[in-house]
């Protein structure tokens, strides 16, 4: 019943930006850490960002830092990455999950088993 999506994905030039949706179907991300992962072919998952439920807490991975940012709309039971400067080396699949219920907890990793509900990715390819 619970399910995210995510959506924004698709072809750009390094440089460039992208805006990835994750939208909730079934609960409300409210009360969910939600975290963006992306792999890589050949690579492990990483974590990319992810923002506590409470919206405080905020956290980022070195190669991502300065150049993207996350966001929450609750109003729109919605969380987005805003990825700016875009380089080759971000191409990969990107995944939102969603780690809960937690009611304005700070809680905010990048551990895989954190999250129960994870949607099924969104290509991001940067190429010239």
């Known amino acids: 019943q619970k399910q995210v999506v995510e959506s924004g994905g698709g072809l750009v030039q390094p440089g460039g930006s992208l805006r990835l949706s994750c939208a909730a179907s079934?609960?409300?991300?409210?009360?969910?850490?939600i975290a963006w992962f992306r792999q890589a072919p050949g690579r492990e998952r990483e974590g990319v960002s992810c923002?506590?439920?409470?919206?405080?807490?905020?956290n980022y991975a070195d190669s991502v830092k300065g150049r993207f940012t996350i966001s929450r709309d609750n109003a729109k039971n919605t969380v987005y990455l805003q990825m700016n400067s875009l380089k080759p080396e971000d191409t990969a699949v990107y995944y939102c999950?969603?780690?809960?219920?937690?009611?304005?907890?700070?809680?905010?990793?990048?551990?895989?088993?954190?999250?129960?509900?994870w949607g099924q990715g969104t290509q991001v390819t940067v190429s010239s």
């Open positions: 923002i506590s439920s409470g919206g405080v807490t905020t």
């Open positions: 999950a969603a780690d809960g219920p937690l009611l304005f907890s700070r809680r905010c990793e990048f551990r895989t088993s954190n999250y129960d509900y």
């Open positions: 079934g609960f409300t991300l409210d009360y969910y850490a």
